[in-house]
């Protein structure tokens, strides 16, 4: 996930400063995505230095707010016109988990595959009762329509996994 984009993203729509960022980013995520306020503010000084956002003078409270350059927005249209590859997601950990067991012969792989299958549909309870009583606005309902696809789709994986071992075992 890019919290770069992201908060250029936010920063589309007008000035802000780091709280409201983070505020404003895990509104749209359903907070399914928390976001740390450090991590916020490394990456404004790093788009800053970068000359995607440029900052303003502090407010009596302190607060110090952030407007996207030209620059910002060249590198969001970027973004947003680039589809993401496969290649860039990160590492499935629940698939390399279950390869290792497999390669390491003496782990029982099926126990593994429940207790997956288990928390998974818990997960998936879950998500569907969030998209039934707290989602508020297009944006969210999409994080968590994305979110209950993953997990439908982690149990059909799981079934097949079983079904593959099976047929191996025989």
Not at 39 to 56: A, H, I, K, P
Request: proline residues 2%.
């Amino acid at each position: 996930m890019s919290i770069r984009q992201s908060l250029l993203a936010l920063l589309s729509q007008g000035s802000r400063y780091g709280y409201q960022l983070r505020a404003e980013f895990e509104t749209s995520t359903g907070a399914t995505w928390p976001l740390n306020i450090g991590q916020v503010y490394t990456t404004l000084s790093r788009m800053e230095r970068d000359g995607l956002v440029s900052s303003g003078e502090q407010d009596e409270q302190g607060r110090v707010g952030y407007t996207i350059t030209e620059a910002g927005r060249a590198e969001l249209a970027r973004w947003f016109s680039t589809p993401v590859a496969q290649s860039d997601r990160p590492r499935d950990e629940l698939v390399i988990k279950l390869a290792m067991a497999v390669a390491a012969k003496d782990v029982d792989v099926g126990a593994i595959i429940q207790r997956q299958r288990t928390a998974t549909m818990r997960a998936l309870q879950q998500l569907t009762k969030a998209k039934r009583t707290e989602t508020d606005g297009a944006a969210q309902r999409l994080v968590l329509d994305s979110m209950i696809f993953q997990a439908e789709a982690e149990q059909r994986w799981l079934d097949h996994c079983e079904a593959v071992l099976k047929e191996a075992t025989e």
